[in-house]
């Protein structure tokens, strides 16, 4: 088998383990991140992701109120809501309030997870394969004279 052949195959196959275990670790630490900053900075992830949720010639405003949750052993607990909802300039309400923008700010932050995973793997898939192939081709040279 060809060195550059070799080299292209040991190099996909590290990139593919290395951005499984990069990844592994990039999107839990995501979520983390996305599940923290949409609870304490809601107004900036509302900012953020208000031009793309609400209707032109609106702005996003976020509304907490309090609620409750089940805990895992079925007891009722104290919670805080959160909803985005789109004003128009007179303050009218222009969309009903929806959690939908935590979840779709939480999506944006894991693809870029994926999306860093896919880069970070590549500077080490990269370097290794072509290491393996001059390697390769260094032990075929000397093996045939």
């Not at 900036?44 to 609620?67: H, K, N, R, W």
């Not at 894991?110 to 390769?136: C, D, H, K, Q, T």
Request: proline fraction near 5%; charge should be negative; hydrophobic fraction near 45%.
């Amino acid at each position: 088998m060809k060195a550059t052949a070799v080299g292209t195959t040991s190099g996909c196959v590290i990139w593919i383990f290395a951005f499984g275990l990069v990844s592994i670790c990039l999107c839990p630490i995501a979520v983390v991140i996305g599940t923290f900053s949409t609870t304490l900075g809601a107004d900036t992830v509302a900012g953020i992701m208000g031009p793309y949720l609400c209707p032109e010639e609106s702005s996003a405003d976020v509304v907490t109120f309090q609620t409750t949750t089940t805990d895992e052993f079925g007891n009722l607990e104290p919670a805080t809501g959160y909803e985005m909802r789109c004003l128009d300039a007179n303050g009218n309400v222009v969309q009903e309030g929806s959690p939908n923008f935590a979840f779709y700010w939480v999506g944006l932050l894991m693809l870029g997870s994926l999306l860093l995973s896919g880069g970070l793997a590549f500077l080490v898939a990269a370097p290794l394969g072509a290491f393996i192939a001059r390697r390769n081709g260094r032990s075929a040279s000397t093996a045939n004279p």
